[in-house]
């Protein structure tokens, strides 16, 4: 499979609990994107890398999340002390260089209890 | 008001109609324009994607964009059932920008 991955694929969690989740990009893509998505809306973009350096963080993404990309390959999005609003589908997106073609994952889809 | 305008339907269709799915949008920085699929539960799929106005054809696809009325469309020929899905545009400023900005995507429902 060549395409970005994601994992885990839901996670249920516990009011206050730290989540942490994976993205593998696609191998040769240099940029790596997360975005977060709702019900019945569309993805909100989160931050992003170029290589291992993030560029990019939105004012959705508050003191509670951090996102890295150690070497510049899978990156890692971490929610402490997770709350009822941050239950949603967490997604990853890749791409080379150009920012028109983004692949995305399939997700994460996290439920806060 | 939202930079980026669409109607969520659902759009219901009969199998083989033409389907019509558009998006407003309000910041003239915008220069890309893409189109996704979406499957239930399911991450965004790529469609295409155009620069500026104009027109793009990609088998039964043709997305337009008329950046004079910030009005971008998809249209769909001879639709499937597997077309089913919520279809989300999204605008880009130049390739310098990563922020994707998404409509909230359109439902669309082709029945056989």
């Known amino acids: 499979d060549t395409g970005v991955s994601q994992n885990p694929r839901h996670k249920i969690t516990k009011r206050g609990q730290n989540v942490t989740f994976r993205c593998d990009p696609i191998s040769e893509h240099n940029r790596l994107y997360w975005y977060r998505q709702t019900l019945g809306q569309g993805p909100e973009f989160l931050t992003y890398f170029q290589n291992e350096a993030q560029l990019e963080k939105s004012r959705l993404l508050s003191d509670r999340f951090s996102a890295e990309r150690p070497k510049g390959s899978f990156s890692t999005l971490e929610i402490q002390r997770t709350e009822q609003g941050d239950s949603a589908m967490y997604l990853c997106?890749?791409?080379?260089?150009?920012?028109?073609?983004?692949?995305f994952g399939q997700g994460t889809r996290l439920t806060v209890v | 008001q939202k930079e980026v305008e669409q109607d969520p339907g659902p759009l219901s269709v009969p199998e083989g109609a033409i389907v019509s799915l558009n998006c407003t949008y309000s910041?003239?920085?915008?220069?890309?324009f893409m189109w996704y699929r979406q499957y239930s539960r399911k991450g965004p799929e790529l469609l295409m994607y155009?620069?500026?106005?104009g027109n793009k054809e990609d088998g039964r696809f043709t997305a337009q964009v008329d950046k004079s009325s910030k009005y971008i469309s998809l249209f769909i020929r001879d639709s499937q059932p597997s077309d089913s899905a919520t279809y989300l545009c999204?605008?880009?400023?130049?390739?310098?920008?990563?922020?994707?900005?998404f409509g909230t995507g359109t439902r669309l429902l082709v029945s056989p």
């Open positions: 910041n003239s920085a915008f220069q890309y």
């Open positions: 155009t620069y500026s106005s």
């Open positions: 997106a890749s791409s080379f260089n150009r920012g028109t073609e983004a692949f």
């Open positions: 999204a605008m880009l400023m130049n390739t310098g920008f990563q922020k994707l900005v």
